[in-house]
């Protein structure tokens, strides 16, 4: 809860504005046909039956979403407990908290996207059960709960072959057969659940969000690559707010490096072979199920919220060095060299997790002063609507937007530049929404005028200026700068 309580106050991002405006009712269909969030939709639907007011709905949701991280941690921990002891304390955080997950947290469905790590942490725990001498029935269930993960948010089961495969090498125990045989039985579960979800949402609900980002296969295949060496360069500017660009790349790189060498100081009966491998196979399988995560629910560019299993990645190799031979969790195995490098690694762990514990503070702080200027904004707008209407004894009941030749899309005072961090004005789900939100009225949203759309892109405001709203009749003709 600590990385995520400062966000713990009503705020908003674009859609939040909308799903209030609509009701719950309405967006119950939304959320279930063209995100194929069943699980979100479900609880969307109990707000409705229960008419909750939308401010309570968001601390249940948010409050929710911590409660149902905070539970796959434990999960998780109890079962990495077994094999690497306390480190188990970092590790499981640093998988799960990791640096994508901040999105999770900006938008309303928290507890739905929580919801979907929590599920993909049992159905690892099955499936790791199964391997430590379980049957078949521990799949079953594995594929269960991954199911269920899927129906809260298509893009977190990718999470559960990133966490298993360091799982993989150790419970093979060196045997190439029994590797393969584990590959191919979470490879059926993972491309069954995926299949059933894209064939649901592509023939069943016919949504938009499983086309193909090019024309053909190998276009979409193009254009995911790029858009993960994209979000790997700069993280989505997460970590930029408050380090340099490519940090997360480097610490991953260090970490590689780091198993490299400790893979060569542990050689024994040249073995070193044998674990570099199992690294570059932990990688290689990371590629490969990121770029189908990308290709089948990513439309149009790579976002922090379908990368987040790109950032089980750091955890996943110090999972690995941990679970190769034990010496790390053990201060009295192991030379004195591998200990150290065991450590650095850690230490790199917790680096990572206070780098993300600082950013995400100062990207809540960034998005409550957004939400004020958006406010300020609006309300500044509502004062010349209500003047108008004292003044001519006319209520104005629509509103249009128009934008300036430079509108811009984020405050100055925001640094994560995603679709988080929008102006509500500049979206057009929530630029009437907003206003009616705050002005509490209920305008309805018009056409544009050409000769005042014509006017007001003549136009380059730096602030908010009286100009920029335009009345005629019960008319609202409102420029975003």
Not at 252 to 273: D, F, P, Q, W
Not at 314 to 324: N, Q, R
Request: hydrophobic content about 50%; glycine content about 8%; aromatic content about 16%.
């Amino acid at each position: 809860m600590v990385f995520f309580f400062a966000g713990h106050r009503l705020n908003f991002a674009t859609d939040t504005f909308a799903t209030f405006d609509s009701g719950y009712a309405n967006t119950t269909l939304h959320m279930a046909l063209d995100n194929g969030r069943l699980v979100t939709a479900g609880l969307y639907m109990l707000f409705a039956m229960t008419g909750a007011a939308a401010d309570v709905t968001f601390y249940i949701l948010y409050w929710g979403g911590m409660i149902t991280l905070c539970v796959a941690i434990y999960i998780l921990a109890e079962l990495l407990y077994r094999h690497i002891g306390y480190w188990s304390l970092l590790i499981a955080p640093m998988l799960l908290i990791n640096v994508f997950i901040i999105d999770y947290f900006l938008f309303l469905e928290a507890f739905g996207f929580c919801s979907g790590i929590l599920f993909t942490v049992i159905a690892v725990k099955f499936f790791a059960d199964r391997m430590d001498g379980g049957s078949v029935k521990d799949i079953a269930w594995s594929t269960v709960f991954l199911c269920l993960a899927q129906l809260c948010y298509q893009a977190v089961p990718g999470a559960f072959v990133g966490i298993l495969l360091p799982f993989f090498i150790y419970y093979s125990k060196g045997s190439i057969r029994t590797l393969i045989r584990y590959n191919v039985e979470a490879c059926i579960e993972y491309v069954f659940v995926n299949a059933a979800s894209f064939f649901m949402m592509a023939f069943a609900f016919h949504s938009d969000r499983v086309e193909l980002m090019g024309e053909t296969f190998g276009e979409s295949l193009k254009i995911a690559l790029t858009g993960m060496i994209d979000i790997m360069k700069d993280t989505d500017g997460i970590l930029d707010v408050v380090m340099p660009a490519h940090v997360w790349c480097v610490i991953v790189i260090v970490l590689g490096l780091l198993a490299c060498v400790r893979a060569v100081l542990t050689a024994r009966h040249n073995e070193s072979g044998s674990v570099l491998l199992n690294l570059a196979y932990v990688i290689y399988i990371f590629v490969i199920v990121m770029l189908l995560q990308f290709v089948l629910y990513v439309i149009g560019r790579a976002v922090a919220r379908v990368s987040y299993p790109l950032g089980v990645l750091p955890g996943a190799v110090v999972l690995h060095m941990l679970l190769g031979d034990g010496t790390v969790s053990d201060s009295k195995s192991g030379t004195f060299f591998e200990r150290i490098i065991g450590y650095i690694a850690c230490a790199c762990g917790v680096v990572l997790l206070l780098m993300e514990l600082v950013s995400f503070t100062i990207i809540f702080g960034q998005r409550y002063e957004g939400n004020r200027l958006d406010r300020d904004e609006i309300v500044s707008i509502g004062h010349i609507i209500d003047e108008y209407e004292q003044n001519t004894g006319i209520q104005v009941n629509g509103v249009v937007f128009y934008y300036d030749e430079n509108s811009s899309d984020y405050w100055d005072c925001i640094t994560y530049y995603s679709d988080t961090s929008v102006r509500s004005l500049r979206r057009i789900w929530s630029h009437y929404t907003s206003v009616n939100y705050y002005l509490g009225r209920n305008f309805y949203i018009l056409d544009q005028d050409p000769e005042i759309k014509q006017m007001f892109e003549s136009q380059d405001w730096n602030e908010f200026d009286e100009d920029q709203v335009v009345i005629v009749k019960d008319v609202a003709h409102i420029c975003v700068y």
